[in-house]
């Protein structure tokens, strides 16, 4: 039997919660610089790619290797700007939430394979570690009325505020 909320068929012009947690519970971000590379990954993926200035630096001479070598890097990159909406989000240090419209198809996962397989390479090259980073495959529920829209939202930007009371309580 499968997982709960472990759902593969996703249905074009609809809201889903996608969430995961690192495997054994484990902390995912370990310093303020991998929330911040987690966030660039997402803008990565999510914006629309400048493919004009990314051509113009791989044809520029004067341009140096390795700035045409990420340029060739994010053109080959998946982008998914035109096919999904990051509506909200949270980062703990052990989990993360995602609300997103999917408007075509089954980009979800696309979407969450190249996003959740580059993060955990990042991860596991930066920490000299092997292995999985997350528990599993990530969980998707569809968001099947306003209300429910709403109270997901709304958990969503409250899931932080346990942890940053927490650290006030410490201050």
Same mark, same amino acid.
């Given at each position: 039997?499968?997982?709960?909320?472990?759902?593969?068929?996703?249905?074009?012009? &609809?809201?889903?919660?996608?969430?995961?947690?690192?495997?054994?519970?484990?902390?995912?971000?370990?310093?303020?610089?991998?929330?911040?590379?987690?966030?660039?990954?997402?803008?990565?993926?999510?914006?629309?790619?400048?493919?004009?200035?990314?051509?113009?630096?791989? &044809?520029?001479?004067?341009?140096?290797?390795?700035?045409?070598?990420?340029?060739?890097?994010?053109?080959?990159?998946?982008?998914?700007?035109?096919?999904?909406?990051?509506? &909200?989000?949270?980062?703990?240090?052990?989990?993360?939430?995602?609300?997103?419209?999917?408007?075509?198809?089954?980009?979800?996962?696309r979407?969450?394979?190249?996003?959740?397989?580059?993060? &955990?390479?990042?991860?596991?090259?930066?920490?000299?570690?092997?292995?999985?980073?997350?528990?599993?495959?990530?969980?998707?529920?569809?968001?099947?009325?306003?209300?429910q829209?709403?109270?997901?939202?709304?958990?969503?930007?409250?899931?932080?505020?346990?942890?940053?009371?927490?650290?006030?309580?410490?201050?």
């Amino acid at each position: 039997m499968p997982a709960k909320n472990s759902r593969k068929i996703f249905a074009p012009n &609809s809201y889903y919660h996608i969430y995961n947690r690192g495997v054994e519970k484990r902390t995912i971000f370990l310093e303020d610089i991998d929330y911040n590379v987690f966030l660039s990954y997402i803008q990565t993926y999510i914006l629309p790619k400048d493919e004009k200035t990314l051509n113009y630096i791989i &044809s520029d001479p004067k341009a140096e290797w390795k700035e045409k070598n990420k340029a060739i890097k994010l053109l080959r990159l998946n982008n998914f700007f035109k096919s999904l909406s990051l509506i &909200s989000y949270a980062l703990m240090p052990n989990h993360f939430h995602f609300l997103v419209k999917q408007k075509e198809e089954n980009i979800i996962d696309r979407f969450m394979n190249s996003f959740c397989t580059r993060y &955990s390479m990042y991860f596991n090259k930066k920490y000299k570690r092997i292995g999985t980073l997350f528990q599993g495959v990530y969980k998707a529920v569809l968001v099947d009325s306003d209300e429910q829209l709403h109270h997901l939202s709304r958990y969503i930007h409250r899931n932080p505020l346990p942890l940053l009371q927490g650290e006030a309580l410490r201050s």
